[in-house]
């Protein structure tokens, strides 16, 4: 904070919020300030979040990769509290996407289905309450890292960041597959080209970067 920056911290459990948060509030909330995974995030704390304007980074696809760890080694009173997404975005509380790669996996076209579905591998709902619209879960990658409050648009003068689909939102919000990048710029560079490519020849050449 004396240099000006706001700090991340890493909170996967409601002992570490709760310290993460006093300390903040210690310090002294500044714009910026967020926190990290979220894993367990009862209301009250959530509400303490809001208060302190502080910014929130999830990986929602952590339920669909681990849920079934959850459920079995997470006990029943935290399970509704893990990697919630729209009692955060009720809340005003500013939140984006995150992969944690390589501990998970870096695709975030599989993350927004898990924020859509809330699925475990296994097929089992969890938290279903905490799922997101497929645009609200497009647009927690949209946001802009430097400041989550805004989402970034594509506009005159804009960073050439930058992915085009082989179809249709309205078609590609259904599926949220990776399979449907035909073309991925970052800083205005070609780094993924699938357009002259079939889908199946595109795995050829690796997965759209994250």
Same mark, same amino acid.
């Given at each position: 904070?004396?240099?000006?920056?706001?700090?991340?911290?890493?909170?996967?459990? *409601?002992?570490?919020?709760?310290?993460? $948060?006093?300390?903040i509030e210690a310090a002294g909330p500044m714009r910026g300030d967020r926190i990290e995974h979220a894993g367990v995030a009862?209301?009250? !704390?959530?509400a303490e979040m809001a208060r302190m304007g502080l910014w929130a980074v999830?990986?929602?696809?952590?339920?669909? *990769?681990?849920?079934?760890?959850?459920?079995?080694?997470?006990e029943p009173r935290h399970q509704g509290d893990l990697y919630r997404l729209a009692s955060l975005a009720e809340a005003g509380i500013a939140l984006a996407g995150g992969s944690d790669a390589p501990f998970a996996s870096?695709?975030?076209? #599989? &993350?927004?289905?898990?924020?859509?579905?809330?699925?475990? &591998?296994?097929?089992?709902?969890?938290?279903?309450?905490?799922?997101?619209?497929? *645009? &609200?879960?497009?647009? $927690?990658y949209?946001?802009?890292? #430097?400041? $989550?409050?805004?989402?970034?648009?594509?506009?005159v003068d804009a960073p050439a960041d930058l992915v085009l689909l082989d179809r249709p939102w309205s078609a590609a919000r *259904?599926? $949220?597959? #990776?399979?449907?990048? #035909? !073309?991925?710029?970052?800083?205005?560079?070609?780094?993924?080209?699938?357009?002259?490519?079939s889908p199946g020849e595109r795995g050829l050449r690796g997965d759209p970067p994250a």
């Open positions: 904070h004396r240099q000006g920056r706001g700090v991340a911290v890493h909170c996967t459990t *409601e002992a570490e919020l709760v310290f993460a $948060l006093a300390v009862p209301d009250s !704390l959530i999830s990986q929602p696809h952590f339920i669909a *990769e681990r849920g079934d760890a959850y459920r079995r080694d997470v870096f695709d975030p076209w #599989a &993350a927004m289905r898990a924020a859509v579905h809330r699925t475990t &591998a296994s097929g089992a709902s969890f938290g279903q309450h905490e799922a997101l619209s497929p *645009e &609200a879960a497009l647009a $927690l949209l946001a802009d890292p #430097a400041d $989550l409050d805004r989402q970034r648009r594509i506009a *259904e599926r $949220l597959n #990776a399979d449907d990048v #035909a !073309l991925c710029l970052i800083g205005g560079k070609v780094a993924f080209d699938g357009v002259d490519q």
